[in-house]
């Protein structure tokens, strides 16, 4: 488990490098907001939250995936984690911040990342 990032991950610099490209200005993991969102959009008070798929139990088949060996701690484990990105959710939200939860899986698609990323901007 300590060999497992939680910051710089593939998938969170992919869509950083999205943003970079869009030249929208960015913070990363504001520790003043519940759960430390990934990316923060502060002037258009909006954030990104990349997940692994796996970690957070996505519908995806990286996300359906369940360990062989130890199987009760990781579901226990990665249910915890969909509990508390519920609550951190829920909290950004009651503050005033628009969520967008982009997922592992999404990233192997740029093209309708860039749109998804366009998208979530303009509104």
């Known amino acids: 488990m300590a060999a497992i990032k939680g ?3 593939r998938p969170e610099i992919a869509v950083r490098s999205i943003l970079d ?3 929208i ?5 504001r520790p003043d907001l519940p759960g ?8 258009r008070k909006k954030v990104l ?3 692994g798929c796996f970690w957070h139990v996505h519908r995806c088949r990286y996300g359906r995936v369940t360990p062989a060996k130890n199987w009760r701690f990781w579901r226990d484990k990665r249910e915890k984690n969909r509990e508390r990105d519920k609550r951190n959710r829920r909290a950004l939200k009651t ?3 628009e969520v967008l939860t982009i997922w592992e899986c999404w990233t192997k698609h740029p093209e309708k990342l860039v749109a998804l990323i366009t998208k979530f901007l303009a509104t």
Do not use: F, Q
């Open 7 to 9: 910051k710089d991950t």
């Open 21 to 23: 490209a869009l030249r």
């Open 25 to 29: 200005r960015y913070e990363l993991h």
């Open 36 to 43: 430390k969102p990934d990316i923060v959009l502060p002037r």
């Open 49 to 51: 939250l990349v997940h």
């Open 95 to 97: 503050e005033g911040w």
